[in-house]
């Protein structure tokens, strides 16, 4: 994972897309789900670049802090994903963990968990926008045989400096249309990609 940026929403109203977002989503062959869902899709069809939103009052905080980690699997580690199917997954394959319960949810670059999913009681959220090695987002996606918009992406191996992007643009659009309050960002990026 070369860069790793995390914005924390707290407040938001889940509730259906605008019927213009509902319809941006169906000309390119995805069905609304709600508007926090649509609003980090319709980001990455736009931008290019991947996204997506846990639910934060599924996850365990401390001292009004969350905290999520990028790992390597535990051989044998079970997750069950957004399309409600359940995934056995190997010690070579990267996943998004609640660093408290150490659980996972999500597998990165590829689905998202159901422990974690966005519903209608959801109030808080987490939104991520990362950059995923290419390489290992296609071997975790054939391995599973689970491949989804965001692994296709990610296997054409984009910048990580779109991910600064496509967190602002997300970040934005849910303001706009869930409201609540954007509390701040964390962003973890080690290695700087060099200017060309």
Known sequence: CKRYVAGYNRGVQVGPAPEWLQKALESVGQRSINNVVDATNYVMFNLGQPLHAFDAGQLIEKD???????????????????????????????V????????????????????????????????????????SVRKTAAALKLRTDASSRFEQVISPELAAYGMR??????????????VGFVDEYPVTQEKM
């Open 64 to 94: 009004g802090v969350y905290s999520i980690k990028v790992r390597k699997a535990k051989s044998g580690e079970r997750m069950v994903a957004l399309d409600e199917k359940g995934y056995t997954l190997a010690d070579s394959m990267l």
């Open 96 to 135: 998004i963990a609640d660093t408290r319960a150490d659980s996972v949810i999500g597998i990165a670059g590829v689905k998202g968990g159901a422990p974690a999913g966005i519903s209608q009681e959801t109030s808080d959220i987490i939104i991520e926008s990362a950059s995923f090695e290419g390489v």
């Open 169 to 182: 643009a997300a970040a934005d659009l849910i303001l706009e249309l869930a409201g609540g309050e954007l």
